[in-house]
């Protein structure tokens, strides 16, 4: 780093960029504003920063997020002062909820400026609250402030993003005026000289290690009692990431358990195993699921999409409810849980199967495991794929979990598509990395964040997306155009909130279309056309399956638009529902 600068401004704003570098943030999510010029500017002197600039900071946030869900790696995200910063709240919500890191770097007045009504100021000092991991109101750069301060700020910040629990951080920088770099610079080489080894160096001023949590021999053995005297165990899995799926259907099979997996488990699509129990979900809706009653749960990771696997669960009340995640939050809804180990999922079930004797599956496994094959039958049956069939949502889960490719990923939008891919998807097809935002399951920032995740893992995504949602993050649809990663967009558009047809609240009466199923009377051709992204709207099954394998093997983005009716979605699902239950109890 040059020891000249036009200011301490710039000279601060470099200091921060730099570090943050040093750490291995390398992505900075920006958008246009004047007060935040110190920390744009520095960005964009850095040859290895990797900038991504979006006009809307709601969306700016939410692609952070999605690309430190893919990588584990928080990225940055900038803005200018007042309601700019605001806008960054849902993602952090989200991120906070859902243990996503990520480093909020908000520009801000000077102090005498608060309060006083200066334009485009609000109080910024703590304005995400309790769902920030860690927060700094950073002073207006002064050289009675030594440099180092800075930069131990900076690696406080990344390391509290990265610890269990991770999570968003905020740093929020007073910059007093000038704030544009000019051509006349001055030398702070004594000012830096503090920092004169750092300069030279690579990495961050104060490194962290890596915390960890050890569970006991003693909590072992105690598990592994509970395991051993078990006569009905079951494993529930939320999501969880890929090295962590390997090691619970390795304790599984040991154990003989039988497996109920979330949809973004890394055990729901493309697995076959003799204890992964697929369509569960549907399978409790028989009279037999009744007669199942385990009397151990082991779950691991986030809570399942699956509402009916949470009632099951309610109702049963196992005498033993183990959790199993890598940090101390309570994740207890239900307030069931007896048993709370906080530990490195992986580590658990390795030195779990190390301790326990192997034992042969369980009946319940084995009649589970039937069960849920009938259920996929019945599936088949139900839902029809001939080529001159008409388009249906669980027609659209299949199809996408039949055809996706290998080497890409899916991204589901919350409310009714993941609902849909968690019951419909077949197991039959490729296994890919699944990702959703069901930290607080809101529908803001579903395109950014997807937008995001590719880029994240350099893969290829399909996001599959209701109408609604798609509407509230139409701004995100630039990040799609500018994404170098072919992002495939799957609307249901069944012209409002199909959700809301499955709820209660559907039975008000005329209340329920303006207030709840919301209808727009829109399509999106012209949105697609609008941001050039190539646009496909298909009528039948086989015009589906063609423009949806077309765009997997294409290296750009497209929209595929697919109008369903809600009335109809709904009468299916019951359908479905029926023709589940009639077969399972003849079975």
């Given at each position: ?110 102090p005498e400026l608060r309060h ?32 180092v301060f800075v930069l131990t ?122 204890n992964v129990v697929p369509f ?308």
């Amino acid at each position: 780093m040059r020891s000249a600068f036009s200011h301490l401004n710039e000279l601060w704003g470099f200091l921060a960029v730099e570090e943050l570098l040093k750490t291995g943030v390398k992505y900075f999510c920006i958008s246009p504003g004047s007060r935040s010029t110190p920390l744009t500017f520095a960005v964009s002197q850095y040859k290895q920063a990797r900038p991504v600039i979006h006009f809307d900071e709601r969306g700016a946030a939410f692609y952070a997020l999605g690309h430190a869900r893919a990588t584990g790696k928080p990225a940055a995200v900038i803005s200018t002062s007042g309601t700019a910063a605001a806008n960054f709240m849902p993602a952090v919500i989200e991120a906070s909820v859902d243990h996503v890191p990520l480093i909020l770097l908000t520009a801000d007045r000077p102090p005498e400026l608060r309060h006083s009504g200066a334009n485009q100021t609000i109080d910024q000092v703590k304005i995400f609250g309790d769902y920030v991991r860690w927060q700094m109101d950073m002073p207006c750069p002064d050289e009675k402030i030594s440099p180092v301060f800075v930069l131990t700020t900076i690696d406080q910040a990344v390391y509290r993003s990265r610890r269990s629990p991770s999570g968003p951080v905020h740093l929020n920088f007073m910059f007093r005026e000038p704030l544009a770099p000019s051509k006349e610079k001055q030398s702070y080489k004594d000012y830096l000289e503090v920092i004169a080894g750092w300069l030279n160096e690579s990495g961050p001023y104060t490194k962290y290690t890596e915390s960890q949590t050890q569970i006991s021999d003693d909590t072992i053995k105690e598990v592994a009692k509970l395991i051993n005297g078990s006569k009905s165990g079951l494993i529930v899995v939320g999501k969880i990431n890929s090295v962590e799926a390997v090691q619970v259907l390795s304790l599984a099979h040991k154990i003989g358990w039988p497996v109920f997996p979330d949809i973004a488990s890394g055990l729901r699509l493309g697995v076959k195993s003799g204890n992964v129990v697929p369509f569960f979900d549907l399978y409790l809706l028989s009279e037999s699921s009744k007669k199942f009653r385990p009397d151990t749960v082991f779950h691991f990771g986030n809570q399942p999409v699956s509402k009916r696997l949470l009632q099951f669960l309610e109702s049963t009340r196992p005498e033993n409810y183990i959790r199993i995640a890598n940090h101390p939050d309570r994740l207890d809804p239900s307030h069931q849980v007896t048993m709370r180990i906080e530990s490195d999922i992986s580590d658990f079930c390795r030195r779990a199967a190390a301790a326990v004797t192997e034992k042969e599956k369980n009946t319940n496994t084995e009649k589970l495991i039937k069960l849920s094959a009938r259920v996929n039958e019945v599936l088949t049956d139900s839902i029809e794929l001939n080529k001159n069939d008409q388009m249906t949502e669980p027609a659209v889960a299949r199809i996408i979990s039949q055809h996706i490719s290998k080497e890409s990923a899916l991204f589901l939008a919350s409310s009714l598509p993941v609902r849909e891919m968690d019951m419909f998807a077949t197991d039959e097809g490729n296994s890919v990395p699944v990702e959703y935002n069901r930290g607080a399951s809101g529908i803001d920032g579903t395109i950014a964040t997807a937008a995001g995740y590719a880029n994240g893992l350099k893969k290829s995504v399909t996001l599959l997306i209701g109408d609604l949602a798609y509407l509230h993050d139409l701004n995100s649809l630039s990040l799609v155009r500018e994404s170098k990663i072919p992002i495939t967009i799957v609307i249901i558009n069944n012209d409002g909130g199909g959700i809301f047809s499955f709820l209660p609240v559907a039975e008000i009466g005329q209340a329920f279309e303006p207030f709840f199923g919301t209808p727009h009377g829109l399509s999106f051709q012209k949105s697609a056309e609008q941001f050039e992204i190539a646009y496909h709207h298909p009528k039948t099954i086989g015009e589906f399956i063609k423009a949806y394998t077309d765009s997997q093997r294409k290296k750009s983005s497209a929209i595929i638009e697919v109008s369903t009716n809600r009335q109809a979605n709904w009468e299916l699902h019951q359908k479905i529902s029926q023709n589940v239950k009639t077969a399972l109890a003849k079975a």
